[in-house]
């Protein structure tokens, strides 16, 4: 038996997913799921497919250097597109089972403020970190009250302005129910995700939202004085922020960021410097952990790009956060699949964006799988960087 086939075949019982225990001992998914953590385009373990081994060793000259607190490494496992249409749980439960089976030591959830205002949303939250946590790994949830240009705000409060005082005090008891449920379980606690580019697409709310934002989280901390690490969740593309996003970056115990360099632009350029660019955001950190919820690059040819190009986009990033690993606590690729149809023109619609926009483009072409669950080089890519970023 293959060393992936025997870390996954046991691990339906342990993990405690939601399955049946004889789904658990279903040898067709467990070998599928073995076979699609093996399964690349060569390469040996530690060696990126894209050509040379990834640096992540590292030794002073004459002695051993202490190794730096680990920094978490978390894979968006979305399911491969179905020919039936949605992903049945069998194929959502093998895109966990290969992402675990891929090494991944955290895990990003990702939930509007709608959603988790249902009836029952807090209940499923509290099961998935449950289920999570169970499986020995950390948790960070990114609460989207915004998800970059799509507002997640509850149908009641789409009317009313951010800093109404209905919306900010919603907004404060969402969060601390949050505290109150799952607090202390988790790694992070976000708010929000690509808050400055919703803000970009509204000028006119700038001070309405910012002030909402900041006048929640100060009702937050002054009523859980003990609270995980918070922050709000801003994009990164290497531009400068203006006032208001720069006071949303500094509120909070931590930063987080998501990380696509060069989204939205029409062409991908042959170079990039993520070393230039985690220095920056460790520097808008100013001493906090930073949380990288969501790293993606594309391997879209109309873009420019190719998968040789992503996975050396990837590698590349990977080197150049093994120097700064102190400083960010999780980091989290998106994601396993690239989107199928049907979810890429979802993911346009709720932007706004025309279905062959350069940021749906990049978005649906990022995954380390292509839609039928073939590897792409930066597969083996990202294996190789999950091995190396577990902790001892």
């Given at each position: ?5 025997q870390l ?6 342990a993990l405690?997913?939601?399955?049946t225990?004889s789904?658990?001992?279903d040898e067709?998914?467990?070998a ?10 060569g390469?040996?373990p ?5 050509g040379?081994?990834?640096a992540?060793?590292g030794?002073g000259?004459g002695g051993t250097?202490?190794?730096?607190p680990p920094?978490r490494?978390?894979l ?17 439960l ?7 089976a891929a090494?991944v030591?955290?895990v990003?959830l990702e939930?509007?403020?709608a ?10 939250l509290?099961?998935?970190v449950?289920d999570?946590r169970g499986?020995?790994l950390?948790?960070?949830v990114?609460l989207?009250?915004?998800e970059?240009?799509?507002d997640?705000?509850?149908a ?11 919306t900010?005090d919603?907004l404060?008891g ?10 202390g379980?988790l790694a992070?606690l976000?708010v ?6 919703h803000l ?8 309405a939202?910012t002030?909402?934002?900041?006048g ?8 859980r004085?003990?609270?995980?690490s ?11 922020w203006g006032?208001a996003?720069t006071k949303l ?8 960021f ?5 989204l ?6 042959n170079a990039s ?7 920056a955001m ?5 001493g ?6 969501s790293?993606?690059f594309t ?5 420019g790009?190719?998968?040789s190009?992503?996975?050396?986009r990837?590698?590349?990033?990977f080197s150049a956060?093994q120097p ?5 606590r ?7 699949h690239?989107?199928?149809?049907v979810?890429?023109a979802r ?7 025309a ?10 072409a990022?995954?380390?799988?292509d839609v039928?669950?073939?590897a ?6 990202f294996?190789?960087?999950s ?6």
């Amino acid at each position: 038996m293959s060393s992936a086939r025997q870390l996954v075949a046991p691990c339906f019982a342990a993990l405690g997913l939601l399955v049946t225990a004889s789904a658990c001992r279903d040898e067709t998914v467990a070998a599928a799921a073995s076979a699609a953590v093996t399964s690349g385009v060569g390469g040996t373990p530690g060696q990126s497919s894209a050509g040379g081994a990834l640096a992540m060793g590292g030794g002073g000259a004459g002695g051993t250097l202490a190794p730096p607190p680990p920094t978490r490494v978390g894979l968006e496992a979305n399911a491969r597109a179905s020919i039936e249409g949605a992903p049945t749980s069998a194929e959502r439960l093998l895109a966990e089972l290969t992402a675990y089976a891929a090494g991944v030591r955290s895990v990003t959830l990702e939930v509007t403020w709608a959603d988790l205002a249902e009836d029952g949303g807090l209940d499923a939250l509290a099961a998935r970190v449950a289920d999570v946590r169970g499986r020995g790994l950390e948790v960070v949830v990114v609460l989207a009250v915004v998800e970059r240009r799509a507002d997640g705000r509850p149908a009641a409060l789409l009317g009313k302005a951010w800093d109404d005082a209905d919306t900010v005090d919603a907004l404060a008891g969402m969060l601390t129910a949050i505290v109150d449920r799952v607090g202390g379980e988790l790694a992070g606690l976000v708010v929000g995700s690509g808050v400055d580019v919703h803000l970009a697409s509204r000028a006119q709310a700038v001070a309405a939202i910012t002030g909402g934002l900041d006048g929640a989280l100060k009702k937050l901390g002054a009523s859980r004085p003990m609270l995980p690490s918070l922050a709000v969740g801003l994009s990164y593309r290497g531009e400068p922020w203006g006032d208001a996003v720069t006071k949303l970056a500094a509120l909070g115990s931590a930063s987080a960021f998501s990380y696509a360099a060069n989204l939205g632009e029409a062409s991908i350029p042959n170079a990039s410097s993520p070393a230039k660019d985690l220095d920056a955001m460790i520097a808008v950190a100013a001493g906090r952990p930073v949380f990288l919820t969501s790293v993606s690059f594309t391997s879209a040819p109309s873009l420019g790009a190719a998968p040789s190009a992503q996975a050396l986009r990837l590698e590349t990033f990977f080197s150049a956060l093994q120097p700064r690993r102190g400083h960010f606590r999780t980091v989290n690729v998106s994601r396993l699949h690239d989107l199928d149809s049907v979810s890429c023109a979802r993911a346009a619609d709720r932007q706004g964006l025309a279905i062959d926009a350069p940021e749906i483009t990049f978005v649906c072409a990022s995954g380390l799988r292509d839609v039928n669950g073939a590897a792409k080089l930066s597969w083996q890519t990202f294996l190789a960087a999950s091995a190396a970023y577990a902790p001892p």
